[in-house]
């Protein structure tokens, strides 16, 4: 139920909003300085670098974590109540999916207002005791900040759309069209006739459709890369990006940590709104398949980057950026950290790696190359590898055969959290939760899934409620009804089940998350590829740090058994015998040679090197 109170930063009350900022300011220099929040007494010693150079960070979305009222929707302070889970768990941040103000037709990713919260989540004060409880257990929260667009109905685009002369009317993109009978014009076009005008071109929204939508009041169509309840900022407007700087320094203030920056690539398009060329074929919503090379990944964008980045660079604490990056390769990955300057995000997701198109096919060599690039080509840049989130199919059912399912969850974590890289994972990976896909149209929540059905089904799979326990829906709610129902699964496929079981799949994850916490080496170590040609089997060294001994990784990425001799020489470690630290074989528990090792199908290893 939303109040006014709720909305007390929309009224005449702004001086008691900066008085707080400025309370808030005092409480995050305090806390986010040195070992208050997230610094083990460990690290600080150490003093490897900053606190997300070696985070576990875990994306939760709010609908889906708990529900602390009974409605069916999880809310803040469910999270918070899930917050000694995630301390036990190893997680050093959390990344909450968009939790403000929207009205919800891509669940959250439409924001109606940028400096609040949600009335279905609960309320600012919330977030603060979220936060605060977080630094309580080292625990860092980040928010997503959607800057690509707003929802149509955020005060911002109300304005824009109501006049021509409106001051806000060239804050989004907005354009008069062609003449539908002009030269040029495609069929295509003509379907968005409007008062016998039709789109500038030939952009496609993400969610079926043309990007361009008409609003009779200015007899003009704006722009939307995604639903057309979406409408895409004008970046090029100095006051656009002023605003929206405003709005992360309202959070910021508060002591949130940083952001994950929704659909970056997307804030500017081309000025010439030149046709973007045929890719070949029909999607799912039945639209032809374009390339995105003029409204995607725009060189205007690093400028805003580097501006970004200076700006949180004034909070304490190395507050971070996070950019959802789906590149075409490494190099251009490496724009996104600013190339050797580090001057833009501290870390663009690398999608290549877990993202990269073989989503059926575990690929020994296909993860070396990935790895290796992101480890010699980023001129130092961390890492940040991940293999889930909110928008794709579980990651081990992708790549799972079936049968062997639980082991490849386990190679991809291994991989996770013993790579040279900051780990991002998603609610219920640690579990091995499914994709839960609907079967019947009117099932359909995510809208992508409502226009693209039945050849895309949406993204609700993924999305389905964290499994706690065996109890009624699984311990997320105790209402009638929940948004998405919980996966079948739930009864043994839950949080107190696998705690219970040493074997289970949430124990290798805190096996692994403590291992990483607890060696220099997996945090700090070089990595070198080793048996760099094996098509089976993916093998890696990290260089000993600090006279901690080399640590060297083998897993086998095939049902059959695989015997590998590893030469560590390869990575300039010396060295023959080997203690093992952890592995799901337990024939390879008393390893103590790196020759011939005998690998037994989907098997992960790991041992340190004498």
Known sequence: ?????????????????????????????????????????ESAHQNDGPWWKHAVVYEIYPRSYQDSNGDGIGDLNGITRRLDYLQNLGVDAIWIAPMYPSPQVDFGYDISDYENVDPKYGTVADMDHLIAEGKQRNIRVLL?????????????????????????????????GLPANGPNVTAYQKRFEHEGRVPPNNWISGFGGSAWEWVPAVHQFYYHKFYKQQPDLNWRNPAVEKACFDAMRFWLDRGVAGFRLDAIPTLFEDTQLRDEPDAGGINAQGDPNLKDIYTSNLPDVHDVMRRMRAMVEKYPGNRVLIGETYLPNTAALNEWYGGEKHDELQLPMDMLLGFHGDHDKLDASSFRKFINEAETQLYGSQPLFVFDNHDNVRSWDRYGDGVHNQQIARILATILFTTRSTALMWEGEELGMVTTTPTRREDVKDPIGITGWPKEKGRDGERTPMQWDSSKDAGFSDAAKTWLPVAPDYKTVNVKTEEADPNSLLNWHKKLIAMRRNDPTLRDGKQVMIDDTNPSVLSYVREGVAGNPAVVVAMNFTAQPQTVSLEPKQANVSGSTVTTLLTDAPSLQETTSLQKITLPPYASWIGSIK
Do not use: E
């Open 1 to 41: 139920m939303t109040t006014k109170n709720q909305h007390h930063h929309t009224s005449s009350s702004g001086w008691l909003r900066h008085l707080t900022a400025l309370a808030f300011v005092a409480l995050s220099t305090a806390c986010l300085s040195g070992n208050a929040l997230g610094q083990t007494a």
């Open 144 to 176: 997503d900040m959607v800057l690509n667009h707003t929802s149509d109905k955020h005060q911002w685009f109300i304005d824009s759309a109501s006049s021509r002369t409106n001051p806000k009317h060239d804050w989004y993109v907005w354009n008069d």
